[in-house]
């Protein structure tokens, strides 16, 4: 029998997630690769689309298009593979990861590598903004809007449901775990709305867009990329609502519940400092 078909036979995975690679560190797998691969065509694709603007674009635009839809695809396929054989296959066969230890630090350095990427972002609006201020020919909408302070207001409320639903669980309250996690999954859905329809107001009735100048190119930039990173976070989110609903977490396992309650509450902090930076510090002008 070959290394694949003990590994098949024992955790019962399916390719690309067969081969087991030195005994006591788990399983090797190609999933977080896909997923990885996809999401680095996302900014090809945000890079090709940016290309194609202006009187005299360097590509076509359906270029940027088609690499964005397609690397959305292959990262979403990516991504399921990592979580179910990751997670729900784990719970389903009666498996288990121990105390979590390890996904927990995956994690945590996961995080690490979120935090270069809107770091980047950050420092290009902090070098914009030590220049002249507004930008000169610009004209900036109001940004911090009522919507924002309740888009706000609803992330923040967001991640304490879903504190209390994680601690209800350890308390072995499922019921309330479910409650907490289905207020959570709501309020994220609503946030994502509220972005896309201040969206909407930019555009379509401010005039304000993606090649309206630096300061455009930077709001734009940070706040869909942190959209995008808010609507991963649901889909997360979600799958643990459905999980929850099936009764495969218990107090004693719930180590994707953790790792998903990282991402969410790590999502939220970057909104806060998203809204003081980006919000209210280009309102202030001296």
């Known amino acids: 029998m070959t290394v694949a078909d003990d590994s098949t036979e024992e955790h019962g995975h399916h390719l690309p997630a067969v081969e087991d690679w030195p005994r ?29 603007q202006g009187e005299e674009p360097i590509v076509d635009a359906i270029y940027g298009s088609v690499v964005f839809v397609g690397s959305v695809g292959l990262f979403l396929v990516g991504l399921y593979g990592w979580v179910y054989h990751a ?6 066969s009666g498996g288990g990861h121990g105390d979590g230890s390890s996904l927990r630090w995956g994690m945590i350095l996961f995080l690490g590598s979120e935090l270069a990427t809107f770091g980047a972002g950050f420092v290009y609006f902090f070098f914009i903004r030590a220049g002249t201020w507004p930008p000169t020919g610009a004209e900036l909408p109001p940004l911090l809007s009522s919507l924002v302070l309740a888009n706000t207001a609803l992330l ?35 946030f994502i ?13 401010e005039g ?32 643990v609502f459905v999980r929850g609903l099936y009764g495969q977490y218990t107090a004693d396992r719930h180590v994707s519940v953790s790792t998903v309650s990282m ?5 939220d902090a970057v909104w806060i400092f998203l809204v003081v930076v980006l919000y209210a510090g280009a309102a202030i002008t001296l």
């Open 24 to 52: 006591g560190f788990g399983e090797a797998s190609w999933w977080p690769f896909i997923a990885a691969l996809g999401a680095g065509g996302v900014y090809i694709g945000a890079a090709l689309f940016v290309l194609a």
């Open 87 to 92: 997670f729900v296959k784990a719970f389903w």
């Open 156 to 190: 923040v409320l967001s991640s304490i449901t879903l504190h209390w639903g994680h601690v209800e669980l350890r308390k072995g309250n499922r019921q309330n775990f479910v409650v907490g996690i289905g207020a959570t999954l709501l309020l994220g859905v609503v």
């Open 193 to 205: 709305g509220g972005q896309i329809y201040e969206y909407y107001e930019f555009i379509v009735h």
């Open 208 to 239: 304000f867009n993606l090649t309206s100048g630096i300061y455009s190119s930077a709001f734009f930039g940070l706040t869909g990329l942190h959209g995008l990173h808010v609507s991963l976070g649901a889909v997360l989110i979600g799958i």
């Open 263 to 267: 991402y969410w509450h790590f999502v």
